[in-house]
């Protein structure tokens, strides 16, 4: 009885190799499963950055449009607006698109900042109105910068349309992709608490050592008085 237990304890325990595989499959799968999250965070942070590139163009080509309204005006004389009613028309036709164009590209440049890329309730916000922005852009932007302007200007404003309905897209399935907040490193948080409590008992051994050095300086005086 006692060799058949002795046989079964060590049948169990079983040597160290065998015991260690289980705890390096698991680490081996945390690292795979790590480092899969990681390439796909860096995927998807590749893809808001072409986008929101993409997105600045199209920004540029609307404000391209609304200066090719009065530079076409000013170079065709049947261009022109008939009247003043059809020249504040035109006016605010330009006016509009430059101001799109720059709208799209504050709120384009404003995505990269910490304060909104980090925090998923302003990332969502700007690329929902930026998703709507462009999706209304490419149907206002499609026709060209004017209706009976040349070839290459309507052939521009089909350009712009379709770039800008592909960025609304984008922009509306990337929405909810906001970056984390970038936190210290574990190293650089270890070493910041020793360094906090070295610096607490260094202050703790100076008020002792005060301490004292006020009583010395207290026995001092009665010490003398007793001689």
């Known amino acids: ?48 950055g072409v986008f929101t590139f993409l997105g600045a163009v199209v920004g540029l080509l609307v404000a391209t449009q609304g200066v090719l309204v009065f530079v076409l005006v000013a170079m065709d004389k049947d261009e022109a607006p008939d009247g003043f009613w059809e020249g504040c028309r035109w006016v605010a036709h330009g006016a509009l698109c430059i101001g799109l164009g720059i709208v799209c590209l504050a709120l384009e440049v404003k995505s990269c900042f910490p304060s909104v890329r980090s925090h ?10 930026l998703a709507i922005l462009y999706l209304w852009l490419g149907c206002y932007a499609a026709g060209g910068a004017l209706r009976n302007g040349p070839d290459w200007s309507v052939k521009l404003g089909h350009v712009t349309g379709v770039l800008a309905w592909v960025v609304s897209l984008a922009h509306l399935v990337l929405a909810g992709c906001a970056e984390r907040a970038q936190e210290e490193p574990e190293q650089e948080q270890d070493a910041k608490h020793q360094a906090d409590d070295g610096q607490a008992e260094t202050q703790d051994l100076e008020a002792v050592t005060e301490e004292a050095a006020a009583a010395q300086a207290a026995a001092a005086p009665a010490a003398s008085g007793a001689e």
């Open 1 to 48: 009885l006692a060799q058949v237990s002795n046989a079964s304890a060590n049948a169990g325990e079983g040597p160290p190799e065998l015991a260690s595989q289980p705890v390096a499959a698991a680490t081996s799968r945390a690292f795979a499963m790590a480092d899969a999250v990681s390439r796909c965070a860096s995927r998807v942070r590749c893809a808001k």
């Open 120 to 129: 998923l309730g302003w990332f969502f916000a700007n690329r929902l109105g």
